[in-house]
């Protein structure tokens, strides 16, 4: 008897309707004799609904109680998902992220799993229920309710296909699978069938917001298989496995675009070992993810060092780096908030030598001025001004895929 | 140093601007050197709001997914009440009735309280922060949550202000206190300052609907004092203790009208041992409460049995019926759903005889016709129609206390 775990988003099951269209989907799944495990996040912007109520009881709520708050919308989603999984006469039972023994460390707000205990979910299968688990929430060694952050839904759903062992793990979502860029902006873009997961990690990381990077990154050491597919209609959806090199005969898979980019510059920084780690030591203690990091030739034992961080993050990183420029003796920081990154992913690129040349040249066509440069295994990421992102991405379209 | 615990009821808690009012209130407690642990209800007519989604999917939700959906109306009040108590610099902490060991049985919508194991309540308020735990739900043994049906709020208060030896514990309504009958229906009547465990429990029973009547035999039990106050002034509220006859000049305490009731009658029940176990222990299977039992005189082997039960349960109560009638050999039922319960109520009327004879006469000048009398050590109730309840209430009131 095969396992399938099924997570289904937001806005999947922001109706009534919607949720009962979920229900049929699930006893299908299940009248083909499977066994079946639904994760599914809050419905509609229920988050962000409790969100504003928040807001308007304080400016700065505190994340420990935020998670208790926030972890209420999910909870809704999955009595009401049981009882419409019910009344198609099929037996469920509803969980919530402590009940699936989902045990997360104590960071609020952006928890990660520690170690799933599958006592009740196993017990509970072992009836023969339909499983429906609240996503993106945990419980930590202390016992209190933690959030794994937005999206989190998708790391739940693959640590429980990977704890339980599940034949697939399928992430229901309002798109019909992973294209070569965003449709809505590209319209020559096509679907890929099937792609790697290092290709998925690069693309969930850099904008296609398709799945969460956590959950790639789960769902790879892990080795479980994922299926990403729509929730509206019957498409096939694009299979995320380990690479399969015969089968990549294109060196780029994807192209993307990130608008929420901020980057920071510290000029001036004394040129001596450990210097880095006070700087980036000081930021991961503030829970601020640094993404790009470029540092330059030294030059009169100095260097300036140059980094992104989400827009989000921007208002708490700027005070932290205040403070280190004063300790380190750096001369200065600047900061701009209106820089997008552009990328082109592929598993293929590291046998095929010019890749980055090609990208470069497509952006000079256009009179795209490169910024900041990164590049991976299976990417080359630019930071550029923001108001030229979507040329950009045609641009890159064009010369790698059309 | 007391412990104080308070109750806050959903219409205290309605909006941001009242969950703002009630901090101030809970920080004031705090700030006289007290430990605070409050328990809040959900917010307004959030409980009904999340009927409405559930009854949206199906018809006939089971009761333990309404208790998984249901549950998160009060998780939302804590958290928000815990961010209002925090910005008034005040530390605070949320707790779900699991999280606060309120352990219950596993009858789901109409749990009851199996035990409190008070120790993580303990361990925030050595660390003097204000609890603020989750009304109305407890976990059962197995993991589920439960909730303990309407009103079970108060009983979710007295139970942990009994469980932590509190000073006091405080209800907070939208009234003043316990009055003499409904002030909007009479405006003469009057606030008792110190009521009597055994009046209130009747009145609790009886349709004030100040307090929730499991929770008064609770705070009995237990000896938890309560003092019943509202959240929107600073009146001096009703405290509820142990009776002190030299207080109790008065024969009645109040009077009290309760429209949600239906009366159920059943002919020519056969006259053997045992029978009206038959009925009514298969009423009680179903959950059913049925509050007046009245049996009359046996003639020819039989009698008629009549009884009462809320309006709302006397749908499921029917089919029951029909089947013990049938089993038991009886000669048919009857109901009626258009019948009210008026009551007289005071600890002084055991030693005062022809309280009850004032009452019949009262009713009777207003020729107002009794259809059942039952009767405790401290009360009188009658089953009469409907429509002329508020015009018996105003009769009583007049009778005994103008």
């Known amino acids: 008897m ?8 937001g806005s999947s099951i922001a109706e009534p309707e919607l949720i009962k269209n979920i229900a049929r989907r699930v006893v299908e799944t299940k009248q083909k004799g499977n066994r079946v495990v639904v994760v ?3 419905m509609g912007d229920t988050t962000d609904e409790l969100l504003k109520m928040a807001h308007q009881i304080t400016a700065s709520p505190c994340d420990r109680e935020l998670d208790m708050l926030l972890s209420t919308g999910e909870q809704i989603s999955i009595a009401l998902l049981v009882m419409a999984i019910n009344n198609l006469g099929c037996s469920a039972v509803s969980l919530t992220g402590s009940q699936a023994g989902i045990v997360t460390d104590d960071v609020h707000s952006k928890a990660r799993i520690m170690k799933i205990d599958p006592d009740r979910v196993n017990q509970e299968l072992e009836q023969d229920k339909v499983i429906v688990v609240a996503g993106y929430q945990g419980i930590t060694e202390k ?4 959030t794994l952050g937005r ?3 998708d790391t739940t759903a693959v640590a429980l296909a990977a704890s339980l062992k599940a034949n697939i793990c399928e992430i229901y979502t309002d798109v019909d699978g992973v294209y070569t860029a965003d449709p809505r902006i590209i319209p020559q873009a096509f679907k890929h069938n099937f ?3 290092d290709e998925m990690l690069e693309l969930a990381s850099l904008g296609a917001l398709v799945l969460q990077p956590r959950a790639v990154e789960f769902a790879k050491n892990y080795a479980v298989p994922l299926l990403i597919r729509s929730s509206f209609n019957d498409c096939a959806g694009t299979l995320v496995g380990e690479v399969a090199t015969v089968e990549n ?3 780029v898979s994807g192209v993307t675009h990130d608008l929420n980019v901020a980057k920071i510059g510290i000029f001036d920084v004394p040129d001596c070992p450990g210097i880095a780690k006070d700087i980036f030591q000081c930021l991961a203690d503030e829970q601020i993810n640094v993404d790009m990091i470029i ?3 030294v030059r009169d034992d100095r260097n300036d060092i140059v980094f992104t961080v989400t827009r989000a993050d921007l208002e708490t990183a700027l005070p932290v780096v205040e403070k280190i ?4 003796g750096a001369s200065g920081f600047v900061y701009n908030d209106r820089v997008a990154k552009v990328s082109i992913v592929g598993a293929g690129m590291i046998t095929n030598s010019g890749v980055a040349a090609d990208m470069f040249k497509a952006l000079a066509e256009e009179g795209i001025n490169i910024e900041m440069i990164s590049t991976s295994e299976v990417k080359v990421s630019c930071v550029i001004d923001e108001g030229q992102a979507i040329k950009a991405v045609q641009a890159l379209h064009a010369e790698f895929f059309e």
């Open 2 to 9: 095969q396992i399938i775990v099924q997570k289904y988003g």
């Open 40 to 42: 599914v996040s809050a």
């Open 143 to 146: 016992g209190d309710i933690a």
């Open 151 to 153: 999206g989190g839904s």
């Open 195 to 197: 792609i790697s997961y």
């Open 249 to 251: 005969c294109r060196p």
């Open 295 to 297: 540092q330059g030739w």
């Open 325 to 328: 420029v004063r300790e380190i």
